[in-house]
């Protein structure tokens, strides 16, 4: 990027800079002021590119495959029980792909910035932790809100209960920053150990089962292919599954909600232990009927699905409905959202994501096995928490949130940057 003046360094470096490394604040207060951040960052690069005259940032694979299902979204908003609300969030999806190439091609600029970003999530963390285990031994939180719900602590998140799905989409790329930015092992490293530990068992606190399972499978991942993380992430996650086994001892109440409860859901047992066998749900009652009425919907509109966030619409149609459990506003699985609303042809953009993903971790593997790397442990972090949004079998937020849309593509432009960094070394 090349800059004429001060005032246009501030304007289209400076801003979106600042604006970029707050989004783990702005993420704690909801998905307002970090949809705003995306968008203004958004904005000022195309207004970047236009004063310029130059697009060639755009020239990307990666954002021609983000064009292609932007526009198959728009189509089949108007075509397909268009409503305003679905054509809103499909013409502004664009924004998030011109989020990632405006990220990336500011870190192709200067990535000294990266360590601004890494270290708001550092404070963030720091907060979340001292706030949660403050909130759990209180029964309030350092504002005075009080807890409700004793199974689940929620710290400055309130009503929302996202703790654990915030600090569990985040954890991966704060690890994988912390290994980058402290190649050499300081007493503030092993700070960072201590806040790696206390955040894994605030999740489970925070009573998120979703949040909770992500965060392990996080861990095996790294475990399973990093090249320098191995015994790292093994202290990490013993260290904290030891804390968790403690408090769990001295109050089994997070317990009873995060096992016990989803054993229960599960229709396993019943309260006295008896093995049950007549109906096993997936993950719950609730969660099996959303499941079966989204795929009723499919299965009616196989080619286009029902449209952009119908599901919370057709689910109260007597057709789809299973039981007063059917409907929700999304079914809480990505899958079978994408399969429901867009039909087979938006099932067939994220099942190219997991296929190169797999395919790409398979050869990584391969690679391990000869004694060599195809990602460094960076990237290995970074995947790992993309790894939690293409988990199949496991309850999901919606896939058009802004909220998880956002915190999910931070992983994207520090991914293709420092992938970009290795072919050009």
Known sequence: MIFNSIKEKFIFYSVPIFLFSLIPFFLVT???????????????????????????????????????????????????????????????????????????????????????????????????????????????????????????????????????????????????LSIFIFKKKNNFFFLFILIFILSEALIFLSGDRAA???????????????????????????????????????????????????????????SNGKIKSKELYIFSKEHTHHYISAYKMYLDNKILGVGVKNFRKFCKDEKYEVSIWSCAPHPHNIYIQILSETGVVGFLYLATVLFYFCKYMIKHLIFKIKGKYYFNDLEICILSGIAIYLWPIIPTGNVFSNWLTIIMILNIPIFIWSRKQITNN
Do not use: M
């Open 30 to 176: 909801g998905p307002f002021l970090s949809d705003l951040a995306v968008s203004l960052i958004s904005l000022l690069f195309l207004s970047y590119c236009i004063k310029k005259n130059n697009f060639s940032y755009f020239n990307n694979k990666y954002f021609y495959f983000f064009l292609t299902f932007w526009i198959y979204l728009i189509i089949n908003t108007l075509i397909n029980n268009f409503n305003l609300d679905s054509l809103k969030i499909s013409f502004f999806f664009f924004r998030y792909g011109v989020f990632v190439i405006a990220i990336l091609a500011l870190l192709n600029a200067d990535n000294k910035f990266i360590k601004y970003f890494f270290y708001c999530i550092f404070v963030c963390f720091l907060a979340l932790i001292f706030d949660g285990f403050f909130e759990y031994f209180v029964g309030e939180n350092i504002l005075g809100w009080k807890n409700h719900e004793s199974a689940r602590v929620a710290s400055f998140f309130g009503e929302e209960k996202i703790l654990g799905s915030y600090l569990c989409r985040l954890w991966p790329i704060f690890f994988g």
């Open 212 to 270: 909770f399972f992500n965060i392990n499978l996080s861990a095996i991942f790294v475990i399973l292919f990093s090249r320098k993380l191995l015994k790292l992430r093994l202290i990490t996650l013993l260290s904290s599954i030891l804390l968790i086994v403690i408090i769990s001892f001295f109050n089994p109440i997070a317990k009873e909600r995060v096992i016990d409860k989803t054993i229960k859901q599960l229709n396993i047992k019943t």
